[in-house]
């Protein structure tokens, strides 16, 4: 919630960030899910790919849900020390995280794990 009170300012808005319901919760509480103990998302690239569809998905703010569920992806992977390539460029670019999250939002519920693939094959492309 600290980060996006941060955004506020960028977004001069009096509905930006308000919250619809306790579905943001939710939507971080997922990625740490395990049954039997096993982690459900067993991968930073998971977890994040998850946590972007998530966040994107279930609308939990009155506006600004598509910025806020990208904020929440990139600090994540900062803060999981995945976000920037050993030759310090980040891993994904603004460009092609704005057309991720865009996807993401204009995506059919049937087409959820093709999206979350698409998400995770693109943080671990330049993997090898």
């Given at each position: 919630?600290?980060?996006?009170?941060?955004?506020?300012?960028?977004?001069?808005?009096?509905?930006?960030?308000?919250?619809?319901?306790?579905?943001?919760?939710?939507?971080?509480?997922q990625?740490?899910?395990?049954?039997?103990?096993?982690?459900?998302?067993?991968?930073?690239?998971?977890?994040?790919?998850?946590?972007?569809?998530?966040?994107?998905?279930?609308h939990?703010?009155?506006d600004?849900?598509?910025?806020?569920?990208?904020?929440?992806?990139?600090?994540?992977?900062?803060?999981?020390?995945?976000?920037?390539?050993?030759?310090?460029?980040?891993?994904?670019?603004?460009t092609?995280?704005?057309?991720?999250?865009?996807?993401?939002?204009?995506?059919?519920?049937?087409?959820?794990?093709?999206?979350?693939?698409?998400?995770?094959?693109?943080?671990?492309?330049?993997k090898?």
């Amino acid at each position: 919630m600290d980060l996006i009170a941060e955004m506020y300012s960028d977004f001069e808005s009096d509905v930006f960030a308000q919250p619809k319901d306790e579905s943001f919760n939710s939507s971080i509480n997922q990625i740490k899910q395990s049954f039997g103990g096993q982690e459900l998302y067993p991968t930073i690239e998971c977890k994040a790919a998850n946590l972007l569809y998530f966040i994107t998905k279930n609308h939990s703010f009155v506006d600004g849900n598509k910025r806020i569920a990208a904020a929440c992806f990139v600090y994540f992977l900062e803060r999981n020390k995945a976000l920037i390539k050993d030759d310090g460029s980040p891993i994904i670019d603004n460009t092609t995280l704005a057309a991720l999250t865009l996807f993401i939002a204009t995506s059919k519920a049937e087409e959820s794990e093709t999206v979350k693939r698409l998400t995770i094959s693109i943080l671990n492309r330049n993997k090898l």
